[in-house]
């Protein structure tokens, strides 16, 4: 799997330089010819954002002596049907999915390689693949950012349910045109189970919430004053408090393991039609080293998913989790049909 040779031979023709010159003439013919040989390219389908991942792919990649050819898109299902459809004619070397739930469906399709132990154990359970076909790479958590200035911690929901109780009518912002609700929604018809899920989102239609097209405007709405709630992603607050420190808002948790502690996992899986397995595990083993998951969690604001990570300062681990199927985040048709049916799409 070593692809030095190149830069190998190249020293070994400068050293050369200082031989008589009939042995010049071979090497300098060698040497032409191995200028004419390319960088191998390694392929990646990325439903994570350039912004965040490819630093950390691009210094892979320099100490690897590869290029990448990077394919972003943050619709991840849109990547997981383009990888099915391309079927053993795909160049991706990895997917890189932003939720993981897609992972175990390409893994059903037969798209994606069975991962070493080797990778796979350095993850608990929960960040694997049942079938061995993905490993996360961190998490992500869905949280209630607020207003302190307005809400008292002791009049803060216990539970995700609790949002549509009539003392929180008006308060409210979310973004049902996200994907990341829309997955949330997904995980509450697994958690809950369709009918009551349905009946809950009725009740927030009811409570006349203001409407963002994503996380980070209601963020900056709750600053600024014009909701006091909004249903987000942890990592959002950090980021833009990072930027203005005299932010006006935190986040906040429910008791453990409600229904609104769902933590969506990042993932990655080798594509059967890869013919660059070793390069692609060597990959995944860096996005799981230290340094790796020290990116996701000190630039990103992330939550690790290898033992013995720090978490950024800022952010806080809630006391427990929901315990929800990672591949249940991805039946996003189900959870359209349902907001479409409530006139909330």
Known sequence: MTRYSFFICLAAGLACTSQPQEEMAPKATEKAAEANVKTPVFT???????????????????????????RFNKNTEALA????????????????????????????????????????????ETARGPKKHWVATSGRLRVLV?????????DLPKRLEDLSQPQY??????????????????????????????TWLAAMKAQNPARYPKNSPQVKAVDLGEIDMGWVNHYYL????????????????????DAGNVMMLAGVGIPKSSDQVEKAEKLIAFLLSQKGQEYFTQKAYEYPV???????????????????SQAALNDVAASLKMLRELGID
């Open 238 to 257: 950090h980021k833009i408090k990072a930027k203005n420190p005299a932010l006006k808002a935190a986040n906040h948790s429910f008791q453990a393991g």
């Open 146 to 154: 607020y207003s302190p200035e307005r809400v008292k911690a002791e």
């Open 306 to 324: 290898v033992k013995g990570v720090a978490l950024h300062p800022d952010v806080k681990m809630p006391d427990g989790v929901a315990d929800n």
């Open 81 to 124: 049907n383009r990888l099915v459809t391309e079927g053993e004619r795909s160049e991706a070397d990895l997917f890189f999915a932003q939720t993981a739930g897609y992972l175990t469906t390409l893994g059903d399709r037969g798209q994606l390689r069975t991962l070493p132990d080797g990778i796979l154990n350095q993850v608990p």
């Open 44 to 70: 990646i389908y990325s439903g994570r954002s350039a912004t965040l991942v490819e630093p950390l792919l691009q210094e892979w990649a320099a100490a690897e002596g590869v290029e990448l050819k990077l």
């Open 169 to 198: 009518k008006g308060r409210i912002g979310w973004a049902p045109g996200n994907a990341s609700l829309q997955a949330h929604v997904s995980a509450l018809q697994s958690l809950w189970g369709a009918e009551k899920t349905k």
